[in-house]
């Protein structure tokens, strides 16, 4: 079955700095790559997606990056500001059904 | 519009009791996800229902664990009797298109502890 793999699990930094994080995934046969975010007291918000047949997708301050050769993709965050702070979840739709296969989360803490 | 709803956002109880969790999808939505997260990892499928249909419950961990969905509209899981091991926060998520691959809206969740 599909294993997703998610890193760093904990990301410290400045605000105004950069925040990426990295997931890499077994099937080949993936297509479509969900980013969400999950804030303290809710639950997980899509924030970005991506699927196969596109290598970067922006959005303001978030990308997304796919090298599906490599199976891995990439959450970037730029000029990080407080209110980024949250744990940021990769995932992979297993199926046409929309089974998600999520990596094990990021808690980023961005610091003034 | 209101989100996805679940209720109670807490809940602890003792091994070999039973809990209820409930989920209210958004209105309309014909697809309903549960989902579970232990201890720091990943959340993990537990099953999805299209309409009142169990359309795949392959992520459910046994059969102390039940999951209805009466009507099409609100789903519940139960589990009897809980274990330790089921301690973990329960999230819901719905989405509309039967196609499956539109947005899942999550639910604060609920949190279980089994003591």
């Known amino acids: 079955g599909e294993n997703v793999e998610q890193h760093p699990s904990t990301l410290s930094v400045q605000e105004g700095d950069s925040a990426v994080i990295k997931c890499t995934y077994s099937?080949?046969?993936?297509?479509?790559f969900p980013w969400y975010k999950q804030e303290l007291g809710k639950g997980p918000q899509l924030i970005i997606d991506i699927r196969s047949n596109v290598g970067e997708k922006k959005d303001q301050r978030i990308a997304v990056t796919l090298n599906k050769t490599a199976k891995h993709f990439s959450l970037h965050i730029t000029e990080t500001q407080p209110e980024d702070s949250a744990v940021y979840f990769c995932a992979v739709y297993l199926d046409s059904w929309g089974k998600l296969q999520f990596g094990a989360g990021t808690q980023v803490v961005v610091t003034p | 519009e209101a989100g996805v709803t679940q209720f109670p956002s807490h809940s602890v109880i003792e091994k070999g009791q039973t809990v209820t969790l409930r989920c209210d999808p958004i209105s309309g939505h014909d697809n309903l996800y549960w989902y579970r997260r232990v201890m720091g990892k990943e959340i993990k499928f537990l099953l999805h229902?299209?309409?009142?249909?169990?359309?795949?419950e392959s992520g459910m961990p046994n059969n102390r664990f039940l999951a209805e969905r009466t009507g099409g509209t609100y789903s519940t899981l139960k589990v009897q009797p809980a274990e330790l091991e089921d301690s973990g926060v329960y999230f819901c998520a719905s989405s509309q298109s039967l196609a499956g691959k539109s947005e899942q809206f999550f639910g604060p969740g609920t949190r279980l502890t089994v003591l």
């Open positions: 099937d080949s046969a993936s297509n479509y």
């Open positions: 229902f299209v309409k009142e249909s169990k359309q795949d």
